[in-house]
C-alpha cells in the first residue's frame, strides 16, 4: 500500500541508505514509500513488475514455488536489499515469491521511469550489477545450505527468522503453527522429520510447543545451531 506523501520519511530513508548515490540524477521526484504488513506479498512468482523496490525497513521471506507445488525457502531480505532487479534486467516475471514476515516499508521507482532517467547512468547500472553479484553469491550459499546441512540447523535459523517479541513482554517469542506442512515445505523436508526435530529440540529445552505457537526458551543454544545460515 503506498503511503501519503511525507517528504520527510522519504527524505530520512534516501539519507539512511545513501540512496542518493545510486543515481549521477536525482531521482527523488521518481520515489514512492510503500508499506505491507505482514503475511502480504512484496512480488508473487510469474508476476510481471512495474517497480523496482529498495526494501528499508522490516524483514521477508523469499521462496521459490515448484511444478508440484512445493516451495522451498531460499533466504530472508533485510534492509537493505533491491527487489526486482533481476527481473528488471532480464525483462522477465518475477521468479520467486516475496512475502513480508515483519512489516516492511519499501521505496518503490517505476520501470518506465528508471528506463528512462537511469537505464544508461553508470551508477545506477554499477549498483546494480553489485546487487545481482551479491544475490548470486548469496544463491550459490542457499543452495548448499539446504542440500548439505541438517534439518535442525535450518530449523533453528528458520525460527529464529521469523521470530516476534510480543509487545506487552519483552521476553516472550511465540510463534504460530499452524501450518507445519508449509514450514516443511520450506525447508525442505517432510512433516514427519520436521515434527521429530522440533520434538528434539523441546526434549532438549531450546524451545516449548504450546497449543499453536512454539516458544523459543533458549535463544543461545538456537543460534549456536543456527549460525548464520539463511541471513
Not at 158 to 163: E, M, R, T, V
Not at 223 to 231: I, T
Request: charge should be neutral; proline fraction near 3%.
Amino acid at each position: 500500500m503506498e503511503i501519503p506523501n511525507d517528504p520527510k520519511l522519504l527524505k530520512h530513508y534516501i539519507d539512511k541508505y545513501h540512496i542518493a548515490e545510486v543515481f549521477q540524477k536525482d531521482m527523488t521526484e521518481h520515489m514512492r514509500l510503500y508499506s505491507f504488513n505482514k503475511g502480504e506479498f512484496i512480488f508473487r512468482a510469474n508476476e510481471k513488475i512495474d517497480q523496482l523496490y529498495f526494501m528499508v525497513e522490516g524483514k521477508a521471506k523469499v521462496y521459490t514455488a515448484m511444478q508440484n507445488g512445493k516451495s522451498l525457502l531460499l533466504r530472508f531480505y533485510n534492509p537493505f536489499v533491491v527487489i526486482g532487479d533481476v527481473e528488471f534486467i532480464e525483462k522477465t516475471p518475477i521468479t520467486c515469491n516475496v512475502e513480508v514476515i515483519s512489516t516492511a516499508v519499501c521505496i518503490g521507482i517505476p520501470l518506465t521511469s528508471l528506463e528512462r532517467h537511469a537505464i544508461s547512468d553508470p551508477a545506477f547500472l554499477t549498483f546494480i550489477c553489485r546487487s545481482l553479484g551479491e544475490k548470486l553469491a548469496k544463491n550459490s550459499v542457499s543452495s548448499a545450505i539446504n542440500l548439505l546441512y541438517p534439518l535442525e540447523n535450518r530449523l533453528a535459523s528458520y525460527l529464529l527468522a521469523i521470530a516476534s517479541l510480543d509487545e506487552n513482554s519483552p521476553s516472550f517469542n511465540g510463534i504460530f503453527t499452524d501450518k507445519l506442512t508449509e514450514m516443511a515445505d520450506l525447508l525442505g523436508t517432510s512433516y514427519r522429520h520436521l515434527l521429530r526435530t522440533l520434538n528434539k529440540l523441546a526434549s532438549e529445552g531450546i524451545i516449548e510447543k504450546q497449543n499453536n505457537k512454539i516458544m523459543l526458551l533458549d535463544r543461545y543454544s538456537l543460534e549456536k545451531l543456527a549460525g548464520d545460515l539463511y541471513n
